[in-house]
């Protein structure tokens, strides 16, 4: 959950001029301010949310769709895999879903029922319907987001598909439902997906969000750019303030990121001190996993604010 506090003002960058917002009245926060004439508001949301769309949520069952995570948080009631219905007390104000860029191809491959008889999609879907999530995890996600020198998913290799395609026809899908999703002045869908870094098990990730409907043509993803720098360098490429396109990178879970070049703000060059500056300035604080400014010696240990999951 993010909790937003700004001048209003500030905020009509971030929240107003939201996926949808291309309405060119919109303009200032006082666009969609009627009766409220505070100097500030608060304003709820989550920008870290995974769906089917993301292999280790698909594998351990969620049915969930972008469309289905934008209507909760909207406050309409959510069918889980379990039968159960779940709904929030209050709408949200904003939201985004980030699921993993580095399995877009594979899923919309493999979820895809024309290819039920590829030995490796077949593979797949039989350990998801047997509830073996924890073999989808070890033997399909870690290879492509674990590695130091990760590789596309085993499908890739074969010349009847192209994960090229693939990956762009999910990101579109992912854009598609933030576009309907969203409602100027009542509810911002924000377009984002995860930059997912796991190389031995230390978390590297950043969500990746975008402030409006201009972004780039493909994600940026661990597995064409294996360093963060390389994720800043794409963006600082494709996604130009000229084309109204705006970004920005929020690493997550940093309890469990092990230090590493990816927080190596000390030894960075200028050039990537100032990328950073430009893209990282936020970090998510807080999550199911833990704290973010905490890690105990044993993560598995009972530790107040720290070891937990």
Avoid at 261 to 279: C, H
């Amino acid at each position: 959950m993010i909790i937003l506090i700004r001048h209003i003002q500030k905020l009509a960058t971030l929240v107003l001029v939201g996926i949808g917002c291309v309405t060119p009245s919109l303009t200032s926060a006082e666009s969609c301010v009627s009766t409220n004439n505070a100097s500030k508001t608060v304003y709820w949301g989550d920008l870290h949310v995974h769906t089917q769309y993301s292999l280790d949520a698909y594998a351990f069952g969620a049915t969930a769709t972008p469309d289905d995570a934008y209507r909760y948080a909207r406050g309409e009631p959510l069918t889980l895999a379990n039968g159960r219905t779940s709904q929030i007390d209050r709408p949200l104000d904003f939201a985004a879903v980030t699921d993993h860029a580095a399995t877009f191809d594979l899923l919309y491959l493999c979820t895809d029922p024309m290819n039920t008889d590829n030995d490796y999609c077949r593979t797949l879907r039989e350990a998801r319907d047997n509830r073996d999530g924890r073999t989808l995890f070890t033997d399909y996600l870690l290879p492509i987001v674990g590695a130091t020198d990760p590789a596309p998913a085993a499908i890739c290799n074969d010349k009847n598909f192209s994960c090229s395609n693939a990956m762009v026809n999910q990101w579109q899908r992912t854009q598609r439902a933030a576009n309907e999703a969203n409602e100027p002045c009542a509810f911002t869908a924000l377009i984002g997906y995860e930059w997912t870094a796991s190389p031995g098990g230390r978390h590297w990730h950043r969500n990746v969000i975008f402030r409006g409907s201009a972004v780039t043509q493909q994600p940026i993803d661990y597995v064409r750019y294996p360093e963060v720098s390389m994720l800043w360098q794409q963006l600082d490429a494709q996604c130009k303030a000229k084309d109204d396109c705006h970004v920005l990178t929020i690493p997550h879970n940093i309890n469990w990121a092990d230090g590493g070049p990816t927080f190596g703000v000390e030894s960075e060059d200028s050039t990537l001190r100032t990328l950073r500056a430009k893209f990282e300035r936020l970090a998510e604080m807080h999550q199911e996993k833990g704290n973010s400014e905490c890690m105990p010696e044993d993560p598995n240990a009972d530790v107040a604010d720290c070891g937990f999951e």
